[in-house]
């Protein structure tokens, strides 16, 4: 008698080379063994192949995609006559489409797993059609050759019931959890230090914080910047008859 699922693992014992014991009881005894060389240990590497097999597929398949689609592409540009410069754009494009931008999303994800620890830039933003969104983006300390370097991405943009603290608190949880990302790995967050965002009883930060207690608000420097510029216009002549005109 032999047993498959040992052959198959590679582990050593009486029913890999043969058992001429063909009775239930050295059935039984094989699969009741325990030790590196026993069934048992062979469906446990059994399973791992398989997981790994598994995994192994789904990263090749997705990288099978995103080259498809990059072909896909020349083979548009070349057909249609259409120039090199035109490729890149058209791979742009694809960003914007599941294949490729999973293949890209898996790998941020990996670099915030990486990291361990993110912060995190938001703000409202409402587009031609008057919908409120809200960006977001991620920052994280990243392994740029010898050395740890902090680096920003696009993390996702979503629609807003409304400009206020419930919805953009809701939005945020919700797209870190379809992300897989834990809110309590959240050590840094920068806004536009408006009210809704910073308010000290029922803001975005206050209530993010009952996530993480560490948190650190900061304000984004572009916002400050634009605040300055706006209160220096009002005091400086030539600018404040460029607006009046």
Same mark, same amino acid.
């Given at each position: 008698?032999?047993?498959? @699922?040992? #052959?198959?693992? !590679?582990?050593?014992?009486?029913?890999?080379?043969?058992?001429?014991? &063909?009775? %239930?009881?050295?059935?039984?005894?094989?699969?009741?063994?325990?030790?590196?060389?026993?069934?048992?240990?062979? @469906?446990? #590497?059994?399973? !791992?192949?398989?997981?790994?097999?598994?995994?192994?597929?789904?990263? &090749?398949? %997705?990288?099978?995609?995103?080259?498809?689609?990059?072909?896909?592409?020349?083979?548009?540009?070349?057909?249609?006559?259409?120039s090199n410069s035109t490729v890149p754009k058209l791979h742009e494009l694809c960003i914007e489409q599941a294949?490729?931008?999973?293949?890209?999303e898996d790998k941020l994800l990996a670099k915030v797993e990486a990291s361990k620890e993110f912060s995190i830039m938001i703000d409202e933003s409402t587009d031609v059609s008057v919908h409120q969104n809200?960006?977001?983006?991620?920052?994280?300390?990243?392994e740029i050759g010898v050395r740890w370097e902090p680096r920003s991405y696009f993390?996702?943009?979503?629609?807003?019931?409304?400009a206020t603290a419930d919805s953009i608190i809701r939005e945020v949880l919700d797209l870190l959890t379809s992300k897989g990302l834990d809110v309590g790995d959240i050590i840094g967050i920068s806004t536009d230090g408006a009210a809704v965002m910073v308010g000290s009883k029922s803001g975005v930060v206050t209530r993010l914080r009952d996530f993480s207690l560490s948190l650190l608000a900061t304000h984004c420097i572009a916002h400050r910047l634009a605040l300055g510029c706006g209160s220096g216009a009002d005091k400086v002549p030539y600018l404040v008859k460029f607006q009046e005109i």
């Amino acid at each position: 008698m032999f047993c498959d @699922i040992c #052959i198959n693992a !590679q582990v050593c014992n009486t029913f890999t080379i043969g058992c001429t014991i &063909l009775k %239930k009881e050295s059935v039984v005894k094989h699969t009741e063994g325990k030790g590196l060389n026993s069934h048992a240990r062979a @469906i446990e #590497i059994s399973k !791992q192949s398989n997981c790994m097999d598994a995994a192994r597929e789904v990263t &090749l398949s %997705k990288n099978k995609c995103a080259i498809v689609s990059a072909l896909r592409n020349v083979y548009f540009a070349a057909v249609n006559d259409l120039s090199n410069s035109t490729v890149p754009k058209l791979h742009e494009l694809c960003i914007e489409q599941a294949a490729i931008s999973k293949v890209l999303e898996d790998k941020l994800l990996a670099k915030v797993e990486a990291s361990k620890e993110f912060s995190i830039m938001i703000d409202e933003s409402t587009d031609v059609s008057v919908h409120q969104n809200l960006l977001v983006y991620i920052r994280i300390v990243e392994e740029i050759g010898v050395r740890w370097e902090p680096r920003s991405y696009f993390l996702g943009v979503r629609q807003l019931a409304s400009a206020t603290a419930d919805s953009i608190i809701r939005e945020v949880l919700d797209l870190l959890t379809s992300k897989g990302l834990d809110v309590g790995d959240i050590i840094g967050i920068s806004t536009d230090g408006a009210a809704v965002m910073v308010g000290s009883k029922s803001g975005v930060v206050t209530r993010l914080r009952d996530f993480s207690l560490s948190l650190l608000a900061t304000h984004c420097i572009a916002h400050r910047l634009a605040l300055g510029c706006g209160s220096g216009a009002d005091k400086v002549p030539y600018l404040v008859k460029f607006q009046e005109i």
